[in-house]
């Protein structure tokens, strides 16, 4: 993550909780603790907020005073280094269950910005609220690529809306692409109310869910529950899969695909 993104992130994170530690810093943001003080220290002398003892808050003078919803959830630029291998596999499976000049609806998430790759070359139309999606797929890509209305919140590189009147309701796609922070027999979880409300407004106008979670996101639960597993049509897993996980998914008529891990990937997160 470049210096300039992360001090971004950080005035963010600032904006929603008006105070954050170095050490959640760190951990939201995936970058070391003398990195963060070192963010801090810089910014805090150009004014854009004030440095306190273990943490910074927002500065009275700051532009990012005005405190917005809090929307809770993983900081996508550090989700996307984390099993990226793994991740890139599952996002170019899904993208093979695509036909060309389909309609499709991918919810914003690391899993999911990684099918943006695969589709370079394809021409589909595309609904999504993942900003980072869309401006890679309009810019390198020939589909038709439509956003919804809303807010962007950089932090999880996403487009909400608080209205129910938007793009959404006027398109339908054959097949919804979801990322999850994970997937159990209760269902498939998000992470906040405001999460749960704009993808369900996504499913609503899918034919076929399909989830793509690797396999340390199985039989793990967040906070909200966004739909029965009953609802799952498919499941795009890697192959350290538990077992006995994935046939407690099939046996509730999930199609379980399982793509080869990487074994050195492996490795890196035992």
Do not use: W
Not at 8 to 25: G, K, N, Y
Not at 114 to 121: K, T, V, Y
């Amino acid at each position: 993550m470049l210096e300039k993104q992360r001090q971004q992130l950080i005035l963010d994170i600032l904006a929603e909780q008006r105070f954050a530690s170095v050490r959640s810093l760190s951990s939201d943001l995936g970058a070391s603790e003398a990195t963060i003080r070192r963010d801090i220290t810089k910014m805090a002398a150009r004014g854009l907020l004030n440095k306190i003892r273990g943490g910074a808050e927002v500065s009275a003078d700051s532009a990012v005073q005005a405190r917005r919803r809090r929307v809770k959830g993983s900081v996508f630029l550090a989700s996307k280094e984390k099993n990226v291998t793994n991740k890139r596999l599952i996002a170019e499976r899904a993208v093979e269950l695509c036909d060309e000049g389909e309609a499709i609806i991918i919810n914003g998430g690391s899993s999911t910005f990684m099918m943006g790759e695969f589709l370079a070359d394809r021409q589909l139309s595309v609904l999504t609220n993942s900003f980072v999606l869309a401006q890679y797929l309009s810019e390198n890509s020939l589909n038709q690529v439509t956003v919804p209305g809303g807010e962007i919140y950089r932090k999880q590189g996403i487009i909400l809306s608080a209205y129910e009147n938007d793009t959404i309701q006027n398109y339908h796609g054959s097949k919804m692409f979801m990322g999850t922070p994970g997937i159990s027999g209760q269902g498939v979880t998000e992470s906040d109310p405001l999460l749960i409300r704009a993808e369900q407004k996504l499913k609503k106008q899918a034919d076929t869910l399909i989830v793509l979670a690797d396999s340390e996101k199985l039989g793990k639960n967040s906070n909200f529950i966004l739909c029965p597993l009953s609802e799952v049509d498919v499941l795009i897993t890697d192959s350290n899969a538990d077992t006995e996980v994935i046939h407690r998914f099939e046996a509730q008529g999930v199609e379980v695909i399982r793509v080869a891990a990487v074994a050195e990937e492996v490795e890196a997160s035992a």
